[in-house]
Every structure is written in structure tokens, then in C-alpha cells.
């Protein structure tokens, strides 16, 4: 919509005007890695983090989600749970906000997902260009996510003294009125424009081929003996999934208050590596060995997704690569999918 | 959309997405209890004034008990016998269906649904059908085989192959009864193992076929069981010489959320709540996992 330029001096009266009227979330340092946390003083924002443990997913689709409360499980009366108050995400990464539009799409078509849309609603999102790889395992230039055209209210390029803030929503319009900013000139258009190409050598390209080929090699590659390798190394341990900004896969439980009584119904994060994940009533599980699992996930990831919703389900963010205690990584795998094609392995 | 509509009745689906409200349950009241085998029971279940289920044969519903949970079950009774009630037959599994178990005609449950691709019936309209449930398989497909029933000189031959472990574990051995007077179908059924009563055919459903003969090119089969027994029905369906685009199958899986989304029904790309559960052998053969 427009191009504004907000001085590095005036960022801090920025977010604390915003603190506020909304809540405000963003990376923090945490043990000395960095981590998506709710914050009270925009000296903890750190939007120079490389990369988080887990995305920024957990404002919009908690770990574990209330669906609905009751009062007394016996007359079935129910009631959804109070949101959250209005929500600033600071700091989003171009990977993370394609795979927060992949969840805006899974919630919000089909039959709509009112826990989810409702929170998306009154969330709004300040992203920030990544200028330099988080490190060597983000390969987000080879999944085509190194920037993002939408799915920001604001989106911040460091412009060293300044912030350029591109303004893409009238939400965005509107958080813009609590900062002293001015107006971008052709100067600044310029020098941002030379800032944006400028960090294009800087990030390598890590796949050995077109990410617009992936779905086809996944396709051919559902015998491969990739897969048993991977399940001999794979300890299902669930990590690849719990730190993946686009798993949405959920398990839904009920849970009793000590009144026995008044409870909630609420979704967890579920993970289809987890050995019961696929089981049904009578004890028969359809992705019995790890081997198969890994499988779903990859195909999941880079195939099922997309012929589902229309989106890519990896955005290159390297998180799994770095949470695998077994090394098992997407670049990993995909290239060695890529190499066993090229063998003419014969394994389709 | 099959099913009794009155003026102002409300479909349960129609209703949910109206509301703010995916994953509340309407609460719905259990008006009889059937006790069938040791681990099954038909429930009669009735939604609010207003409401009905209209549903497909072949569809599932998710019910729960607040404070235990919910799970999907498969709908047993056919719309056409709706009359403002469905029916459900319940196997005692886990938490939820053990928690239903102890419930009495007169308490309430949570209904959500109906979930899922049901039996394309019109389709079937004209031909011979075949069907071949194994054991609690027999639920869904009763659904649908009512449905023909009460639609009969509008389809051609009705068989109907049932399988169950034992005779103590047969379900709507009434109905089965009923079934086996009437001049109109052919039933044969069989138990895996029989008892010092059972005077019917022992081995498993796969022998029932080499006691019919049917003509391939005008007859839809379909069948629902454990997912051990596909694989043989499927050899003795293509035996007889039925195309794949005749025979039906109606997959389990444990659908937690019903609306495509929570991925526990995922078969590679389908989601088995949206797509099926019901499926043509054509449009699964391809799917690894599937079966």
C-alpha cells in the first residue's frame, strides 16, 4: 500500500504504544537460543534473531487449543472459550509467513475452523526481511520463501539507521498511527530496493534441483529405499513435527477439572511419527513402521499438501533439520531422492 | 439429498455451520438401547426439536461424552427409516464407546455430523448389489442395505454375504432373520469358527462366493469389515469379474476432528473424513496405505 521510514530511535515509543492496546509478541532471547514470547518491554524484542525452536505458529494454533469449555458435563451445556486479547506478532520471517498462509488456508476452507479463524482475525503481523541465512540449515531460497509479497500487515526491511516499513493492510494503516514515521522518498525507494537485491548472493541454494520438481520426485520416489533407511535411523521422537511451522495435525481430548465437573475439550498438537498416530479402534495400524512414517511426512511435506491445498507444505526453515537428533533433514532427503532419480533407479 | 425433510426441519450439518461452532456437539438423547453381542450395542438417538441428521447411508457421525471424549462411528440406520431418529451400533473399544456402554435410554450424548462421502445410491438404482460386510462392517453397510430395501423394485438381485468370528458375535441376528424369509434377497452367512448350535456355514466370508453366481457386468459389491479382510473380498469381487468402478469399500479410520483437518484419517493425499469414508476400488487402488 505504501512505504514508510521509521527511525531505529523511534521503534521503542513505537511498541510501547502498541503494548498498550494490543498484546505483543515476538523473539526474545531465551536460554541462550532465541524464542517466540509474549513481551511487556520492547527491549526484549529481538528482531535480529537467526531462527527460533519453534515458529511463530503458537499465537495462532497453541500447542494445546480450547475448542470449548463446560460447566457441568451433565446438562451438555457449552461454551466457546474467550480469545485471547488482540495480537502483534513483531518479527516474522519470510518462511514462517508462507506457512502461516498454508494454516489461514487449511482453517479457513472446507468447513471453516472458528478457533482458528477467530484468532487469526485479531492477529496482526509485523514481519521482517531477512538480509542474511539464519544458518546452514534454512534453505528457504531453494523453496522459493525467502521473501514474502503478503500475508503482512507491516513488514520491516533494516535499513541500518531506519526501519523501512512496507504498509500492506488498513490493520496495518492503523498500527502505523502510533509511530513518529515519515513518508519513503525515492531515495529511500532506491536504497531499499538496493538492500533487498544485495542479500540474494548471500543465501545459497541447497536443493540440487527445481523446487518446482519436488512433487513429481516425491511421486516417483514412494519405493524408494530411502525410506527404510531413514526408519532404521529415526527414533519417532516427534521433534520434526512439534517445531514445524506448517504441521497442523491434532489430537482432541477432553479434560475434567477435580470437581469432575466443569472441564474443556481441547486439541493438542499431534505428530504423525508417533507410532499410535494412524491406529484405529480395533488395534490396526495403517503406518505401522517408522519407515512409513517418514515417508508420510516427506510426501506430506512436499506432495500431499500441495495437491491438497495448493501449497507447498515446506517453507525451508531449517527447524527440523536442526531438531533431528539422527541428522535426518529435508535437503537431506530430497536431494537424495534427486541423486537416486538421476541413477535411473527404477524404484517408481 | 435423501432423508425425511419437514417444513421446517434442519439439517444437523445446516446447523453447525451456521454457528460459531465446528466442534460443539448438539446434544442428543438416546431413546433406546439394544443390547446385541457382549461387546455391541444399537443406539436409538434422537436430535432436538428442529434438528435432523440427514444423512447418507455410508456417513459417520463423531459423538462424545463431555468430560470423556468423542469418537466416530459410523450411522447403521438408513434415512429412509430415519423418522426424526438414527441408530448407532457401538463396539466397546476404548474410553468413549466404553463410557456409551453405560448409558441408558433417556441420557444424553453428543452428536456432530454427518461427517464423510456416504454410498452414491442413485448410481446404483438398476443393478444387482452385492453385499459382503465382515463382523462390526455390518453397521454401515445396514444403513445402506435398508436403503435398498425399502427402495427394492427400484434394484435388481439383493445378495448379501455376511462373515462374523462367531455366532455369539452375529449383529442384528433379528434382521438377519427377517432378511433370510424374504423371497426378495439372498442371504448367506457364515462364522469363522461355529458352536454346538450353529448349524450354518463355518470358514471365513471369502467361501460364501463359491455359493453364488452373478452377473459381473451389472452388479455394484460392497463391503466393510476388518482391515485384514479386504484384500481377500476384493480377490474373490474381481473373481466374479466386477469392475473396479462397481465395487465400494467403506474404510475405517480414526477420525478425530471430522473436517478434513486434524490428519488422523490421512490416506497419502485423501482425507478419508472428507473423500470417504466410502470410496470405489478405483480411486483407492492407486493409494498406498489405503488398505
Same mark, same amino acid.
Given at each position: 500500500?505504501?512505504?514508510?521510514?521509521?527511525?531505529?530511535?523511534?521503534?521503542?515509543? +513505537?511498541?510501547?504504544?502498541?503494548?498498550?492496546?494490543?498484546?505483543?509478541?515476538?523473539?526474545?532471547?531465551?536460554?541462550?537460543?532465541?524464542?517466540?514470547?509474549?513481551?511487556?518491554?520492547?527491549?526484549?524484542?529481538?528482531?535480529?534473531?537467526?531462527?527460533?525452536?519453534?515458529?511463530?505458529?503458537?499465537?495462532?494454533?497453541?500447542?494445546?487449543?480450547?475448542?470449548?469449555?463446560?460447566?457441568?458435563?451433565?446438562?451438555?451445556?457449552?461454551?466457546?472459550?474467550?480469545?485471547?486479547?488482540?495480537?502483534?506478532?513483531?518479527?516474522?520471517?519470510?518462511?514462517?509467513?508462507?506457512?502461516?498462509?498454508?494454516?489461514?488456508?487449511?482453517?479457513?476452507?472446507?468447513?471453516?475452523?472458528?478457533?482458528?479463524?477467530?484468532?487469526?482475525?485479531?492477529?496482526?503481523?509485523?514481519?521482517?526481511?531477512?538480509?542474511?541465512?539464519?544458518?546452514?540449515?534454512? +534453505?528457504?531460497?531453494?523453496?522459493?520463501?525467502?521473501?514474502?509479497?503478503?500475508?503482512?500487515?507491516?513488514?520491516?526491511?533494516?535499513?541500518?539507521?531506519?526501519?523501512?516499513?512496507?504498509?500492506?493492510?488498513?490493520?496495518?494503516?492503523?498500527?502505523?498511527?502510533?509511530?513518529?514515521?515519515?513518508?519513503?522518498?525515492?531515495?529511500?525507494?532506491?536504497?531499499?530496493?538496493?538492500?533487498?537485491?544485495?542479500?540474494?548472493?548471500?543465501?545459497?541454494?541447497?536443493?540440487?534441483?527445481?523446487?518446482?520438481?519436488?512433487?513429481?520426485?516425491?511421486?516417483?520416489?514412494?519405493?524408494?529405499?530411502?525410506?527404510?533407511?531413514?526408519?532404521?535411523?529415526?527414533?519417532?521422537?516427534?521433534?520434526?513435527?512439534?517445531?514445524?511451522?506448517?504441521?497442523?495435525?491434532?489430537?482432541?481430548?477432553?479434560?475434567?477439572?477435580?470437581?469432575?465437573?466443569?472441564?474443556?475439550?481441547?486439541?493438542?498438537?499431534?505428530?504423525?511419527?508417533?507410532?499410535?498416530?494412524?491406529?484405529?479402534?480395533?488395534?490396526?495400524?495403517?503406518?505401522?513402521?517408522?519407515?512409513?512414517?517418514?515417508?508420510?511426512?516427506?510426501?506430506?511435506?512436499?506432495?500431499?499438501?500441495?495437491?491438497?491445498?495448493?501449497?507447498?507444505?515446506?517453507?525451508?526453515?531449517?527447524?527440523?533439520?536442526?531438531?533431528?537428533?539422527?541428522?535426518?533433514?529435508?535437503?537431506?532427503?530430497?536431494?537424495?531422492?534427486?541423486?537416486?532419480?538421476?541413477?535411473?533407479?527404477?524404484?517408481? | 439429498?435423501?432423508?425425511?425433510?419437514?417444513?421446517?426441519?434442519?439439517?444437523?450439518?445446516? &446447523?453447525?455451520?451456521?454457528?460459531?461452532?465446528?466442534?460443539?456437539?448438539?446434544?442428543?438423547?438416546?431413546?433406546?438401547?439394544?443390547? &446385541?453381542?457382549?461387546?455391541?450395542?444399537?443406539?436409538?438417538?434422537?436430535?432436538?426439536?428442529?434438528?435432523?441428521?440427514?444423512?447418507?447411508?455410508?456417513?459417520?457421525?463423531?459423538?462424545?461424552?463431555?468430560?470423556?471424549?468423542?469418537?466416530?462411528?459410523?450411522?447403521?440406520?438408513?434415512?429412509?427409516?430415519?423418522?426424526?431418529?438414527?441408530?448407532?451400533?457401538?463396539?466397546?473399544?476404548?474410553?468413549?464407546?466404553?463410557?456409551? &456402554?453405560?448409558?441408558?435410554?433417556?441420557?444424553?450424548?453428543?452428536?456432530?455430523?454427518?461427517?464423510?462421502?456416504?454410498?452414491?445410491?442413485?448410481?446404483?438404482?438398476?443393478?444387482?448389489?452385492?453385499?459382503?460386510?465382515?463382523?462390526?462392517?455390518?453397521?454401515?453397510?445396514?444403513?445402506?442395505?435398508?436403503?435398498?430395501?425399502?427402495?427394492?423394485?427400484?434394484?435388481?438381485?439383493?445378495?448379501?454375504?455376511?462373515?462374523?468370528?462367531?455366532?455369539?458375535?452375529?449383529?442384528?441376528?433379528?434382521?438377519?432373520?427377517?432378511?433370510?424369509?424374504?423371497?426378495?434377497?439372498?442371504?448367506?452367512?457364515?462364522?469363522?469358527?461355529?458352536?454346538?448350535?450353529?448349524?450354518?456355514?463355518?470358514?471365513?466370508?471369502?467361501?460364501?462366493?463359491?455359493?453364488?453366481?452373478?452377473?459381473?457386468?451389472?452388479?455394484?459389491?460392497?463391503?466393510?469389515?476388518?482391515?485384514?479382510?479386504?484384500?481377500?473380498?476384493?480377490?474373490?469381487?474381481?473373481?466374479?469379474?466386477?469392475?473396479?468402478?462397481?465395487?465400494?469399500?467403506?474404510?475405517?479410520?480414526?477420525?478425530?476432528?471430522?473436517?478434513?483437518?486434524?490428519? &488422523?484419517?490421512?490416506?497419502?493425499?485423501?482425507?478419508?473424513?472428507?473423500?470417504?469414508?466410502?470410496?470405489?476400488?478405483?480411486?483407492?487402488?492407486?493409494?498406498?496405505?489405503?488398505?
Amino acid at each position: 500500500m505504501s512505504l514508510a521510514i521509521l527511525r531505529k530511535q523511534d521503534f521503542k515509543d +513505537f511498541v510501547n504504544h502498541l503494548l498498550l492496546l494490543y498484546r505483543i509478541g515476538g523473539p526474545v532471547q531465551k536460554n541462550g537460543g532465541f524464542a517466540f514470547e509474549t513481551i511487556q518491554d520492547p527491549e526484549e524484542l529481538r528482531l535480529d534473531y537467526p531462527t527460533t525452536i519453534l515458529p511463530p505458529k503458537k499465537f495462532l494454533f497453541p500447542v494445546k487449543d480450547t475448542l470449548f469449555e463446560f460447566e457441568d458435563a451433565r446438562n451438555g451445556k457449552m461454551k466457546l472459550p474467550e480469545l485471547e486479547p488482540p495480537t502483534v506478532i513483531f518479527g516474522v520471517h519470510a518462511c514462517d509467513l508462507h506457512a502461516i498462509q498454508l494454516l489461514d488456508h487449511v482453517f479457513s476452507t472446507g468447513q471453516i475452523d472458528s478457533n482458528y479463524v477467530n484468532r487469526r482475525r485479531q492477529t496482526m503481523i509485523v514481519s521482517i526481511e531477512c538480509l542474511t541465512p539464519c544458518d546452514t540449515n534454512s +534453505f528457504c531460497k531453494s523453496m522459493g520463501t525467502l521473501t514474502a509479497d503478503e500475508g503482512y500487515d507491516l513488514h520491516l526491511v533494516d535499513m541500518g539507521d531506519a526501519y523501512a516499513v512496507d504498509v500492506s493492510t488498513e490493520a496495518g494503516q492503523e498500527l502505523m498511527k502510533n509511530a513518529r514515521s515519515v513518508p519513503g522518498s525515492i531515495t529511500d525507494i532506491n536504497r531499499l530496493n538496493a538492500v533487498l537485491s544485495e542479500k540474494w548472493p548471500r543465501f545459497p541454494y541447497r536443493l540440487d534441483f527445481d523446487i518446482s520438481d519436488l512433487p513429481s520426485l516425491l511421486n516417483m520416489s514412494m519405493k524408494s529405499p530411502l525410506w527404510n533407511e531413514l526408519g532404521e535411523r529415526c527414533l519417532a521422537c516427534a521433534a520434526c513435527t512439534n517445531v514445524c511451522p506448517t504441521c497442523f495435525c491434532f489430537d482432541v481430548r477432553d479434560e475434567m477439572d477435580l470437581n469432575l465437573s466443569s472441564g474443556r475439550r481441547v486439541r493438542t498438537w499431534d505428530s504423525c511419527q508417533l507410532d499410535e498416530f494412524a491406529n484405529v479402534a480395533g488395534g490396526h495400524n495403517f503406518r505401522k513402521s517408522r519407515a512409513l512414517r517418514q515417508r508420510h511426512r516427506f510426501m506430506r511435506k512436499g506432495r500431499y499438501i500441495l495437491e491438497a491445498h495448493n501449497y507447498l507444505g515446506c517453507v525451508g526453515c531449517g527447524r527440523c533439520a536442526r531438531a533431528c537428533l539422527v541428522d535426518i533433514t529435508p535437503v537431506g532427503v530430497f536431494n537424495e531422492l534427486f541423486r537416486q532419480k538421476e541413477l535411473g533407479g527404477g524404484h517408481s | 439429498m435423501i432423508g425425511n425433510y419437514g417444513q421446517n426441519i434442519t439439517s444437523l450439518a445446516t &446447523h453447525i455451520a451456521a454457528g460459531d461452532q465446528l466442534f460443539e456437539p448438539v446434544p442428543a438423547r438416546i431413546v433406546k438401547v439394544v443390547p &446385541h453381542t457382549a461387546l455391541e450395542k444399537v443406539f436409538t438417538i434422537e436430535l432436538p426439536d428442529g434438528l435432523s441428521l440427514a444423512h447418507r447411508p455410508g456417513q459417520f457421525v463423531e459423538v462424545s461424552i463431555l468430560g470423556i471424549g468423542e469418537a466416530p462411528i459410523s450411522i447403521s440406520s438408513s434415512p429412509s427409516r430415519s423418522n426424526g431418529t438414527f441408530e448407532l451400533c457401538v463396539r466397546k473399544a476404548g474410553d468413549v464407546t466404553n463410557a456409551i &456402554h453405560h448409558l441408558k435410554a433417556g441420557s444424553f450424548i453428543g452428536i456432530r455430523g454427518p461427517f464423510g462421502r456416504g454410498f452414491p445410491i442413485e448410481k446404483f438404482r438398476g443393478k444387482d448389489m452385492l453385499f459382503a460386510p465382515g463382523g462390526l462392517g455390518l453397521a454401515p453397510l445396514r444403513s445402506l442395505i435398508n436403503q435398498v430395501l425399502d427402495e427394492r423394485a427400484m434394484f435388481g438381485r439383493v445378495l448379501i454375504l455376511y462373515g462374523a468370528r462367531n455366532p455369539s458375535e452375529m449383529l442384528f441376528k433379528d434382521e438377519l432373520g427377517r432378511w433370510a424369509n424374504r423371497a426378495d434377497i439372498e442371504l448367506l452367512t457364515t462364522v469363522d469358527k461355529g458352536d454346538e448350535n450353529w448349524k450354518g456355514n463355518v470358514g471365513v466370508i471369502t467361501t460364501l462366493f463359491r455359493q453364488i453366481s452373478i452377473n459381473p457386468r451389472n452388479t455394484v459389491a460392497v463391503t466393510c469389515g476388518p482391515p485384514v479382510m479386504y484384500r481377500f473380498v476384493l480377490m474373490e469381487f474381481f473373481g466374479k469379474g466386477i469392475s473396479e468402478g462397481n465395487i465400494y469399500l467403506s474404510l475405517e479410520r480414526r477420525m478425530k476432528c471430522g473436517v478434513g483437518k486434524c490428519g &488422523h484419517c490421512q490416506i497419502n493425499n485423501v482425507y478419508a473424513c472428507q473423500s470417504g469414508p466410502v470410496f470405489p476400488y478405483s480411486e483407492i487402488k492407486g493409494l498406498e496405505e489405503a488398505l
